[in-house]
């Protein structure tokens, strides 16, 4: 699990927020260290007011992530998966297995996926850099696993990458050792869409009509990567033109956009911060951002969010048109925008 940002800011930081004649709504839940280095989450309006801790006590949680509804946030913490209602009320604990972490909400909201991290390394240690696929209903219910032997890679990039749900919440795209795969949440049964290479294929991103499977893929030994889509029954694959050097590709909730990270060079800190159209034109830098395994929709598709560049425990909010000023709020990490 990816440490989050070091602390909670303690005053909202607004920047141009005048400039925007679109109005900010929602609430981002995110995770940040508290006293004691523990990792809780916490709410607050995307426009940083009403900030409220959501989590105490002894144990850390993290990777919050908005029920579909609106109604309940399920995250990793204590010994398992919890389900909070907004105010922070604990609505169910599921117990499950060590090494959990990334809980996802179906589509329909009727189940929840999430990693287990299986893998152990010459020190006996659990090894991130693989994990296995279950999934589980909010009541505690129904838990199956869908993978073995640590299908899942997570040799680099965000563990928030490494699955994702189909729109209508049947099945789940992941790349793994096996390569780009499809598996069916009812029967298991996997559809293997391409198989292992020796280059990186990663971030698979179920387009939101279901049509497309947006992934990353590397050009080559040891160089970058173009993003790449292709139809779920593994058909139609193709690269994107104009889109080497980008990373972490996120489809907005209308599908009418992906916004994605840029490589920056290794003396650099910072990453671009990109929107362009699926067919790979248009790209356009809307921002930069300090950490690169976090990037966010507004559920508008409006705005994007990212941790703001040289501003510790901040995220900031660009208008994914590119106009305007940037609107910086209080921030940590792992943020799940909701409505």
Known sequence: MRAPALAVAAAL???????????????????AFTPGNQVHLFRERVDGSGRVRLTYGPGSY?????????RAIVAAGGSGIVILAPGGRILRRIEAPS?????RWSPDGKQVAYLVFSCIDPDSHQDPACADLWVVRPDGAGRRRLTTGGDLNATEGSYDSLYSWSPDG?????????????????TSR???????????????????DGTWILFEMQRGPFKTSDLSL???????????????????????????????????????????VAVLRPDGSGRRRIGSAGDYQVLEWSPDSTRVL???ARRAETFELARADGRGLQVRIPGGDNPDWGR
């Open 13 to 31: 930081i607004l920047s141009g927020a005048a400039q925007s004649s679109m109005p900010l709504r929602g609430q981002v839940v995110f995770a």
């Open 62 to 70: 993290d990777q919050p992530d908005w029920s579909p509804d609106g």
């Open 99 to 103: 090494g959990v972490d990334v809980p």
């Open 170 to 186: 049947r099945q789940i795209a992941y790349t793994g050792r096996h390569g780009l795969t499809v598996v069916d949440v009812t």
């Open 190 to 208: 996997k559809r293997i869409l391409r198989g292992p290479t020796s280059l990186q294929e990663q971030y698979p991103q179920w387009s939101p």
């Open 230 to 272: 292709i139809a779920p029954d593994g058909s139609h694959f193709h690269r994107l033109p104009h889109t080497g050097d980008t990373f972490e590709p996120r489809w907005s909730p209308d599908g009418t956009h992906i916004a994605c990270l840029l490589h920056s060079s290794p003396s650099e800190l910072t990453w671009g």
């Open 306 to 308: 990212f941790p703001a």
